[in-house]
C-alpha cells in the first residue's frame, strides 16, 4: 500500500456526477491528481488536470501511476478497473455504486492474478489526514493522529472521525472497504495494514449486518493484531433483512445458519475475541482513550 | 428480486433444464382450457416458503376439483401473502430427490455450487449432506462434475446431474443472479431427472442491464401498487408500525447508527429512510436536496410520525443548503395546511442535526421556521424522544 | 462458413448494431409489397466481392423500376453466382466510411479488431490506414476504444463506434465466428453511424454447438443439391476439372504430399479425398473402412477420373483389412456390371500404395482382383502416372 | 519438458473412439501410463490401467502426474484440459480433432498465465522411439537416433519417419504440433527444444499451406538454431484455399496479401532463410545424411 503525498493519482470517470468536485477537493488536500480519463474528452483540462480518453495514453504522458480512483456509471466500473490493471496500475479505489457482483467476481479473479489491490466499490475510500485524501472522505472531519479507522459505511465513518476529533484523538488512516456483498479488500487485510503502520496505535473496526465479515475480523483479530482495537457495530435494532439499500447479506439458502450476518452475530463474535465493544459512536473515544493509556 | 416459480422455470425451460409440463392458472376458470392431462398439481404461486404445509399445493383428478382446489388456494393467504396465480404441472414420480443450488458466497467472494443427495423438505434435517464446491476461476463443467462425486452419485447421473448445474450455472451469470436453486430435483427409478421446484433470485443492482427483467421488475412494482417514487427517494423501511419517530439520513450506516440510538433512548422510530446518493440504484438520481425534500414530504405523509429526526453528515451540499431546503419545505406547508382529505393529523416535530464545519448559517436559516439544529447526535436524539413523548401525548 | 448480407444484418440487428430498413426480395413480385419508402436500393446476395462493380447493386425510385431491376439482378451471376434472394434497404447518406472487423488471428493465437477511417472500397487501395488491436485477455470494451484511438477519432465517435465494436465482438464470441466485417460503417454528417454492409464467416469446427447455425448450414447444403454425402465422408475437393486422377489418402498433408508428387511427375488429379478420422467434423463418424469404401465409390463415380491411387500410411485397421475392403469393392462392382444410364465409362484403374509393418497377407488379399500393392510412395506415384496415360491413350 | 520413460501419464476420455486402442499401445510402448478418466466409470479397469471419474481423484490416488492426453469429443476438449490445469498438470496433449478455436483462444489464455505447456489439438502428440509415446503416433515406422522431426501433419510424419528409418537415419524425437488455426507448441518452441536436446543432430521440419508459422520458424531458423534443419512444404500443387480439412488458414481480411499462408510463401521463406528444402519426402533421407556429414 503506497499512500504517502507523493503517490501519483488518475481519476477515471473525471465528468460523472460530482467526481469532478472530488477530484478538486483531492487536489487541494495535496493529492497527486495526475490525470483524468473520460473517452471523448482527451485534451481538455479540469482546472490543472490534463484529460485524457484512455488509461495508457494518460500513461505515457504523465509516467506510472500507483492509485486510480474509479467514478464511472456502476455498469462500466468493471471495464474501467480492467483497463487500469491492464494499463499495470495496481491500487484501485471504486467509488462508483450499484456494481453487479458478478461483475466484481470477474474483477477479483483477474486482481488477484494480477495482485492488485481493489478497494470498493461503493466506498469513500481512503484519507490519511493532513497527507492525502485517495476518495470523497469528507477531510474536514479528520486530523491527524495515532487512531486508525476500518469501516463498511461513509458517512458514518465521517461521524466517528468527527467524535474522535471532537474528543482531541486525531486518525492516521480512515478507509471504508465498501458494504457491498462482493468488495475487494477485507477488513483483515486493513487490520494487518493498521497493525504493521507505525503512527497507527489503536484500531478502530466499525461493521454492521450483512455478510459475516466482521465475524471473520474478531477471529482475526484475537489471533494476530496486537494493538487495541475498538468495535462498533450498527444495527443492532434493525429488524432482520431491512438494510437501507446495503446489500451485503447473503442470499437466503439453505445450510446457512439464520442468525448469519445479524448485529448479534457479529457483536457475539467480538465479545467472544475479547474486543472491546462501544454502544454508540460517542462512546468510541473514551474506549481509544482507555485502551491508549493501557498500551 | 425473487421470482414466482412459474416464472423460474419459464427461464429452466429456456437453458434446456428438464421441467413438467406446466400451465398459468390466472383464475380458476382457465382450469377448463387445460392441456396437461390428469391428474395434475395446482400450486399457489407465493415467494413464501412452507406452502405445501399451508395447504397451497393441492392434487386433483378432474375439472371439477381442479376447479374447486383453485378457487380455495386463490383465498389463502400464505404468511400473509395472497397468491396471483397458480401453476398447474404434471405429476412426476420421482425415486430420489436431490437438492441442487448456485449461490453468491460473499466469504469467498465466489459463486458457489450447492448439492444434497436429500432434497426436497428433508434437505433441512440433514445439514451434513450439503455439499459445496467454489467456483474459484472462470466456471468449466469439471466443477459440476466435482459437485456430483462429492454428493455420491455414480454413472450416468454424474453426468445428467452435472449437465443441470452447469446450464444453473449458465442462468446465474446470463441474468446476474444472486441464488439459483432446484429443490427437489427429481430422480426417477430410470435415473431421468426433472427439476420439480425452482427458486430463482435476481440481484437488484443488475436488473437495469437485463431489458427483460427490467420488464418483469416494473410489473412488479406496479403490482405493489407503491404510493411514493422510492427509487427515487433512496432506500427506506417501515421499522415497526407501532413507532412515531421518522429517521432521515444520508447513508445505511448513519441511519441504521441513528435507529440504534433512538430505540436505546426508550423510543420507537416507525420508519427510515436513507436519502444517502450512494446506495440509490436509479440511473438518473435526483440531486441530493431534491431527494432530502421528497423523503421529508414523505415522512410527513405518515399519520403516526410524530417526531421527524434529520442527521446528515458531510454531504456535497453545505449544511446552509441543507438548511435552505428544510426551511423551503415547512414554509411550504404552513403556506397550504394539510386538506382534511389527505391529512387528518398535525405535522410532526423536527429536529435537524447537521454535522459540518460552518454551522451558523444553517442555524440562522432554521430558525427562521423555529427548527432547532443540533451538532451533537446524542443531544439529537435526547431531543427527538423527548419531543416524541410531549407529541404523543398532546394528543 | 460465410453468410450473405442479409444474414449478417439480422444478427446485427439483433446485437443492437445499427442497420438500416430493408427487406429480404425472394422473387421480383416481392417488391409490390416492399414497406420500405423509396429510393431504395436493391443488392444481389451473393457470397462473392465486387458485386456493385458487376452490376448487382442498384439504386431504384419506383416499384416498376424496381422489379425490372430485381429481375436483371436475379439473372446477373457474379463470379459464377446467381443470387437466391435480394435485399432491398433504404438508402443512406454517409459523409464518412470506416472499416471495422473482428478476427482471429492464428499468429498471435488471439482475436484481433481491425478499423479503419476509410471505409468502404477505399479501404484496401489504403493499406497503411488499417489499424489493429489485439485482445490479448478477455475482452472488455477499453480494447474497442483503444481502435477507435488508434483509427484517429475523436468526441462522441469514441464511444457510439466503441459500442459497435463491443457488440460485434459479442457477436463473434456468442457464434463463435471467424471473421466479423463491416464495411462501410457509415458516419452521417451528425455522427450517427449505421453498419452499410457486413460481413460474417462461422467457424466450421463450431456450427454444431449452435442449433441455430446449424440449421442454416443445413438448408445451404440442401440448397446446393450435393450428390455426396462428403460430410460422412471426410473432405473432398475438386483440384483440377480437366485432371484424369483420383488420389485418396488419410490425412490431409499426406493426400496433399502425394498431389504434389503425382503433379510433379507430369500428371493432373482430378480430385483430392481425404478419409482420416481427424479432420471428419460429423459427430457420428463412420469407421474408417466405411469411409474408404465410400471414398471409392465417390472417385469411380467421376467419368474424367482414370486412375486411383489409394496412399494409407499407418492408420488403425491393419493393412490387411483395408486390403479386403478394396477388395470387396472391386469384387461388388465385378459382379454388377455399371448400367448405361448410370455410368457410360469403364471403371478407372487402381494403384494401392499402402505402409505398415507387415504386408504380404494385403498383398496377397489384393492379388485376387489383379490390384498391385505398392510399399514405396514414389513407385506408386510412378506407376499411377503411367497407368493414366496409357488408359487416357486407350479411349 | 518432461519426456522420460519414467514420466507419469493421465487419458482423458479413455473410453473415447479409438482412445483405449492408443492406450493399449501406448502402455505396450513403455508409456507409464497410471490412469484414466472417464465420468461415470470411475472404479473400472482397462488392462490395468484404474479408471476415475474425476481428474483430481486420480491424482489423489497416484500422485502427481506429468502429462496427460486428451482424448474426449472436441466440444469437450477445453472442460478436460481446464480441469487439468485446476488439478495442476503442466503437460497436455489434445489428440481431440474439431476443438472450436475459440475454446483454444480460450484455453491459451489460461495456459499462458499457468505456464502449461499445450500440445494441438488434432495432434498425434509426441514420440521419442523406444523410450516413450505420448499419443498416437504409428510407433512402428520410427527407430531411435538422431533426427528430430517436428510437423504440422499426422501419417504424413510417420510416411516420412519410415523414409528415415528405412534410409538407415533413426529419430531423437517426433512431433507434431497440429494444424488447426489455433494451436498451443509452437514451430519455434520445438525448435529450440531440439536445439537443445543433446541426442539431436539434425532437424527435418514438415510445413503445408495455411497460417504463417512456417514464415516464422524460417527466419527463426536463420537466428537461432545451430544445427541443420531440412524443411519439407507439402501442398505446392494445391489449388488456394483447398487445405481437405486443415483450417490452418486465417480467414480473408483486408489488410492481409493475397500470398499468405501458400505453400511457396513458406518456400520462399525457407530459401531466403538459407534452409535445405526437400522437393519430396524421398529426397529428405539423403538431405538429412548430407547435413549430418558436414556438421
Known amino acids: ?295 | 428480486m425473487d421470482l414466482l416459480e412459474y416464472q423460474a422455470k419459464e427461464w429452466f425451460r429456456e437453458m434446456g433444464i428438464p421441467v413438467l409440463p406446466s400451465q398459468r392458472i390466472d383464475r380458476p376458470s382457465d382450469l377448463k382450457g387445460l392441456k396437461i392431462p390428469y391428474p395434475v398439481v395446482l400450486k399457489s404461486q407465493v415467494r413464501t416458503g412452507g406452502r405445501g404445509r399451508a395447504g397451497g399445493v393441492k392434487f386433483v383428478e378432474n375439472t371439477i376439483d381442479a376447479i374447486a382446489a383453485a378457487q380455495t388456494i386463490f383465498h389463502l393467504p400464505i404468511l400473509g401473502e395472497f397468491p396471483e396465480v397458480l401453476l398447474a404441472e404434471a405429476k412426476y414420480d420421482a425415486e430420489r430427490e436431490f437438492y441442487l443450488a448456485v449461490v453468491l458466497d460473499a466469504a469467498v467472494r465466489r459463486p458457489v455450487l450447492l448439492g444434497s443427495p436429500q432434497g426436497g423438505v428433508d434437505v433441512e434435517s440433514s445439514p451434513e449432506l450439503l455439499q459445496q464446491v467454489v467456483v474459484e476461476q472462470e466456471f468449466s463443467p469439471f466443477y459440476a462434475r466435482r459437485l456430483t462425486l462429492k454428493m455420491g452419485l455414480t454413472g450416468t447421473l454424474i453426468q445428467s446431474v452435472s449437465d443441470i448445474i452447469e446450464k444453473m450455472y449458465q442462468l446465474f451469470v446470463q441474468k446476474d443472479l444472486d441464488l439459483v436453486e432446484i429443490n427437489p430435483l427429481g430422480v426417477s427409478s430410470l435415473d431421468e431427472v426433472m427439476a420439480l421446484d425452482g427458486k430463482v433470485t435476481v440481484n437488484d443492482r443488475a436488473i437495469a442491464r437485463h431489458p427483460d427483467i427490467a420488464v418483469m421488475a416494473e410489473k412488479k412494482a406496479n403490482r405493489a401498487n407503491s404510493q411514493y417514487p422510492t427509487a427515487m427517494l433512496g432506500s427506506w423501511e417501515e421499522v415497526e408500525p407501532s413507532g412515531n419517530i421518522g429517521i432521515l439520513g444520508n447513508g445505511a450506516g448513519l441511519v441504521m447508527a441513528t435507529l440504534d440510538l433512538v430505540t436505546d433512548a426508550g423510543s420507537k422510530p416507525a420508519t427510515c429512510l436513507n436519502v444517502g446518493h450512494g446506495r440509490n440504484l436509479n440511473t438518473s438520481p435526483l440531486a441530493f436536496c431534491d431527494r432530502l425534500a421528497l423523503g421529508l414530504e414523505f415522512l410527513y405523509q405518515s399519520k403516526n410520525i410524530k417526531v421527524v429526526l434529520v442527521n446528515i453528515v458531510g454531504s456535497v451540499p453545505t449544511a446552509l443548503e441543507i438548511a435552505s431546503v428544510i426551511t423551503n419545505f415547512i414554509q411550504r406547508h404552513e403556506d397550504r395546511p394539510p386538506a382534511s382529505k389527505t391529512r387528518s393529523h398535525p405535522y410532526p416535530g423536527l429536529i435537524v442535526r447537521l454535522a459540518d464545519l460552518e454551522l451558523e448559517a444553517a442555524r440562522e436559516q432554521l430558525k427562521t421556521v423555529q427548527v432547532p439544529l443540533v451538532e451533537n447526535l446524542d443531544e439529537a436524539v435526547e431531543q427527538t424522544v423527548r419531543l416524541a413523548k410531549v407529541n404523543a401525548a398532546k394528543r
Open chain 1, 1 to 295: 500500500m503506497k499512500l504517502t503525498p507523493e503517490s501519483k493519482v488518475l481519476i477515471q470517470g473525471l465528468y460523472e456526477l460530482s467526481s469532478s468536485t472530488h477530484a478538486v477537493r483531492m487536489k487541494a488536500y495535496g493529492t497527486n491528481v495526475v490525470a483524468g480519463i473520460n473517452p471523448g474528452h482527451g485534451g481538455q483540462t479540469l482546472g490543472d488536470i490534463p484529460v485524457f480518453d484512455l488509461v495508457e495514453q494518460a500513461l505515457a504522458e504523465v509516467g506510472p501511476v500507483d492509485t486510480t480512483i474509479i467514478f464511472v456509471p456502476p455498469y462500466q466500473a468493471l471495464d474501467a478497473a480492467l483497463e487500469a490493471i491492464a494499463a499495470g496500475i495496481k491500487q484501485i479505489i471504486i467509488i462508483s455504486a450499484g456494481m453487479p457482483p458478478l461483475d466484481m467476481v470477474h474483477l477479483l479473479r483477474i486482481a488477484e492474478a494480477t495482485e492488485t489491490l481493489i478497494v470498493g466499490p461503493n466506498s469513500p475510500g481512503i484519507i490519511v489526514p493532513a497527507k492525502i485524501l485517495l476518495g470523497t472522505h469528507a477531510s474536514e472531519f479528520y486530523t491527524p493522529g495515532e487512531v486508525g479507522i476500518v469501516s463498511r459505511s461513509s458517512t458514518l465513518t465521517y461521524e466517528i472521525a468527527l467524535q474522535l476529533t471532537t474528543a482531541g484523538l486525531g486518525q492516521s488512516i480512515g478507509v471504508s472497504i465498501g458494504s457491498d456483498t462482493i468488495i475487494g479488500s477485507s477488513f483483515l487485510q486493513w487490520l494487518q495494514i493498521l497493525d504493521e503502520d507505525e503512527t497507527t496505535q489503536a484500531i478502530v473496526l466499525i461493521g454492521e449486518p450483512g455478510g459475516n465479515s466482521e465475524e471473520a475480523a474478531a477471529r482475526y483479530i484475537a489471533e494476530a493484531i496486537d494493538k487495541p482495537v475498538i468495535a462498533y457495530i450498527t444495527g443492532r435494532q434493525a429488524p432482520a433483512g431491512k438494510h437501507w439499500g446495503h446489500t451485503g447479506n447473503l442470499a437466503a439458502v439453505v445450510g446457512r445458519g439464520a442468525n448469519v450476518g445479524t448485529a448479534q452475530s457479529k457483536l457475539a463474535a467480538f465479545k467472544e475475541a475479547k474486543v472491546a465493544i462501544a454502544q454508540r459512536p460517542s462512546e468510541i473515544p473514551e474506549l481509544v482513550k482507555k485502551a491508549l493509556k493501557k498500551g
